[in-house]
């Protein structure tokens, strides 16, 4: 009888690819396939990969390297990549011509119908192995892939192709498996998930969406991201802002705060519909949270461009700023452009709006001293429980109790721009099992 077969799965990128991976990681369990972590026991090495910045490229490149002599020592072995890094097929076949298959984003049906193929004529006779795959308390589930738009620094939305949206009732279908499963928490994906629906012709919106998620029987908590300011609809905000289980915790991502800038990305709005949108989501949701992503460095951007940036953040005080040192990617439209901020200067910049939000995100999180809030504990970490708020804040408490997986009242005794420490005082009212 044959063994098992093992699969090494390594995986970068957003969290559209851990929702991809999470998703290869059950097809391969399901047909009898076990993990491992040593790519050495492993009959199937696959890399979900990314290239969102030179550093990702970097790393997949040298991950496939490493892996170059393993691949090449065993005819039976197969090799497979998946991903971002996926563009030109034709050229990476005679690059990395020791790779077996490449699958672009997200393409799990091309990942299917290759294994069926190499397991057939490889005779790889699987026995049923016991999916291995933990149960999770927050859970992903895309909603939508590819996006519409061409913001001129972005290689995501090239490779990722046109936006398709899920139907909702596959969605509600995956949430209800994965409440099945244990989860009490589902963020729904999208690389402009605001923009869900408008490749379909039925009117489905994300507002439709998040009703029907809210209503998925033992479901506590919706997050959904990444939101672009050019979608989001008012709709959208009174949804949140009327569905209880809806998490009010925003990921809009700003990018700049400079007009011309935002022109020259191609972001299709303006500070003021910014500054416009994050008015009406506070007034919506007083007790919500607002993340952005930020880019410093982009071609042409001058000190004074990058101060209306400083100026953004400080004036609308975010609870998290993700900042990112521009870096062109072959293929975008801003690679044609000069790269003309120096690498000093975008780390100056990108180091000035860290410690600007370091010192906000610590103030913001001061007010909450000493307050009683909802935690839902996803795990351990350096020996105490690790949760987050509503508002996806990081919270850790200390107790014997096992709190996995469950809805934990904490009260707040410690605060950072990061986290934060509680005592709890017991299990949450209002939340079974
Ligand atoms: S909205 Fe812009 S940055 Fe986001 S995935 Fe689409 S093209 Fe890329």
């Not at 402009?192 to 012709?201: I, P, Q, S």
């Not at 293929?331 to 003309?340: E, F, I």
């Not at 010192?359 to 001293?369: D, M, P, R, T, V």
Request: with cysteine.
């Amino acid at each position: 009888m044959a063994s098992t077969r093992r699969y090494y799965l390594w995986n970068i990128g957003c969290q559209m690819n851990q929702a991809d991976a999470r998703r290869v990681a059950e097809e391969l369990e399901s047909r009898g396939y076990a993990a491992t972590t040593t790519p050495e026991r492993a009959d199937l090495l696959l890399l979900n990969t990314c290239v969102v910045r030179q550093s990702a490229q970097d790393k997949v490149q040298g991950r496939l390297s490493s892996l170059r002599p393993l691949k090449e020592g065993s005819r039976e072995r197969a090799l497979a990549v998946m991903g971002c890094f996926v563009g030109d097929i034709e050229a990476l076949r005679r690059d990395y011509s020791y790779v077996d298959a490449f699958f672009r984003p997200s393409d799990l049906e091309g990942l299917a119908a290759w294994l069926d193929r190499w397991e057939v004529e490889h005779r790889w006779g699987l026995v049923g192995g016991e999916p291995s795959t933990a149960p999770q308390v927050a859970e992903m589930v895309p909603v939508s892939y590819g996006c519409d738009h061409r913001c001129t620094y972005c290689i995501v939305a090239l490779r990722r192709g046109a936006q398709r949206s899920r139907p909702i009732d596959e969605i509600v279908g995956d949430v209800e498996a994965l409440v099945a499963r244990g989860a009490r928490e589902v963020t729904l994906l999208g690389q402009n998930v605001d923009a869900y629906g408008l490749d379909l012709d039925n009117g489905a919106s994300l507002a439709a969406v998040l009703r029907a998620v809210h209503a998925v029987d033992g479901l506590w908590r919706v997050r959904f991201l990444t939101s672009h300011p050019r979608e989001m609809s008012p709709e959208l905000i009174d949804t949140v802002a009327e569905l209880p289980r809806v998490c009010p915790s925003w990921e809009l991502a700003v990018q700049s705060g400079d007009d011309d800038v935002l022109r020259r990305m191609a972001r299709g709005y303006t500070v003021a519909r910014f500054n416009d949108l994050v008015q009406r989501i506070r007034v919506a949701t007083p007790d919500g949270s607002i993340n952005t992503d930020v880019i410093v460095g982009f071609p042409g951007e001058s000190e004074a461009q990058f101060e209306n940036s400083m100026r953004l953040v400080r004036e609308t005080r975010f609870d998290l700023v993700h900042i990112a040192a521009y870096s062109p990617r072959p293929g975008t439209v801003s690679a044609t452009w000069p790269d003309d901020v120096p690498p000093d200067e975008k780390e100056r910049r990108r180091l000035a709006i860290e410690a600007l939000q370091e010192q906000i995100a610590g103030e913001i999180n001061s007010q909450l001293l000493g307050q009683t809030v909802e935690v839902l504990v996803d795990g351990r970490q350096r020996g105490r429980w690790r949760g987050r708020t509503r508002t996806n804040k990081l919270v850790f408490f200390a107790s014997d109790d096992d709190w996995l997986g469950r809805m934990a009242l904490v009260r707040l005794e410690w605060t950072g721009p990061w986290s934060m420490l509680g005592q709890v005082l017991g299990p949450a009212p209002g939340y079974a099992g």
